[in-house]
């Protein structure tokens, strides 16, 4: 049976002068989302934080499929995290989770 | 060689992180803006982007307060950049640079994208210059006045369209704070209505005929279009 609502995973990273809480980067990237694409868009898009690294600072976001470009539209416009500068960039879209855990054991030292 | 390209990276504070990032993130080519520096830095920081495997593109920002001012500048620099942007104030100051074809870009401050008109895109069609959108100076304004300038944008991606002027998209960044990765840029061009297919062509293909064009045409072997010195001599 297909899935009416598709998912796709999207890591980010978050670059920020210091360490940012799981909190704060959920509410900047949610009121980022809503400032574009308004509460219905947010609804449509099913946005949520599956986990987020405070340590080194990288996330993985879930959304619908055909939110992902707009998903990573909103992280662009995230230039400051509570009054310090931030830059959230995204690292790599996929449909499963587990890929997004490979990539991240893959590029660890990078990170 | 990585085919993302992002042609505005403006003075950049510290050039060896910038570089390491951009080329982490999948940019084989940058153009750095540099102010009329001399030509020892230039190839200084050629040599530190091919480290991290980074081609890096000497690029002139041009601010004319007048026409005269403008076509004086371009005479003495179109030889000396691989790009040349001219950042437009004024009505005539774009409509002159739309219509010169020694002018690779034309960059707009996101107030002064409501400038661009039919004018300038009919002028713009015929001498191959390409507009650009910085996504810096838009993320930067105050929120309140982003309806008014996703509106220009909207109009100005509508008037490239219909004209078949190319759009370049690039971070118009200075550190590694405000650098974003390439399909994060073709995302973000695509709210304004562009194709996924075309949003990602902004940052990897059209970019990069421009610079190869303008390489080609700096070269000691150009003599025309389409005409090169093979041999010289018996």
Redesign the interface.
């Known amino acids: 049976m297909v899935k009416l609502f598709r998912q796709r995973y999207l890591m980010f990273k978050v670059v920020c002068g210091k360490n940012l809480g799981k909190t704060e980067v959920w509410k900047a990237i949610v009121e980022s989302f809503r400032m574009l694409f308004g509460v219905l868009g947010l609804s449509q898009a099913n946005l949520t934080l599956i986990e987020y690294d405070e340590k080194k600072q990288v996330g993985v976001l879930r959304c619908s499929h055909k939110f992902l470009d707009a998903v990573r539209a909103s992280l662009t416009f995230i230039n400051q995290i509570n009054n310090e500068k931030a830059n959230v960039y995204s690292l790599r879209g996929s449909g499963t989770l587990k890929t997004l855990r490979e990539f991240k054991a893959k590029i660890a030292g990078k990170l | 060689m990585k085919r993302f390209v992002d042609l505005h990276i403006v003075n950049p504070s510290n050039v060896e992180d910038v570089f390491r990032f951009l080329s982490?993130?999948g940019y084989g080519m940058v153009g750095l803006t540099l102010n009329q520096k001399p030509e020892k830095i230039w190839e200084n920081w050629k040599k530190l982007g091919e480290k991290f495997g980074v081609d890096v593109v000497s690029r002139i920002n041009l601010k004319p307060s007048s026409t005269r001012e403008l076509l004086g500048w371009l005479g003495n620099l179109r030889r000396k950049f691989e790009l040349i942007a001219v950042t437009c104030e004024s009505k005539p100051v774009l409509n002159v640079a739309a219509r010169d074809h020694r002018v690779d870009l034309l960059n707009l401050t996101p107030l002064n994208l409501r400038l661009f008109d039919e004018a300038a895109a009919g002028l713009a069609s015929n001498s191959n210059v390409a507009l650009e959108i910085s996504?810096n100076p838009i993320?930067?304004m105050e929120?309140k006045m982003?309806p008014r300038i996703f509106f220009y944008v909207r109009r100005c991606l509508n008037l490239t369209k219909k004209y078949g002027i190319p759009v370049v998209v690039s971070s118009g960044a200075s550190n590694?704070?405000?650098?974003?990765?390439p399909?994060?840029?073709?995302?973000?061009i695509?709210?304004f209505g562009l194709d996924?297919e075309i949003a990602l062509k902004t940052v990897s293909e059209i970019p990069k005929k421009i610079v190869e064009k303008n390489r080609e045409k700096l070269s000691k072997d150009f003599v025309g279009v389409g005409v090169r010195i093979v041999k010289i001599g018996g």
């Open positions: 982490l993130l996504l993320v930067k929120r982003f590694i704070l405000e650098v974003k990765p399909r994060d840029l073709a995302a973000f695509q709210i996924k």
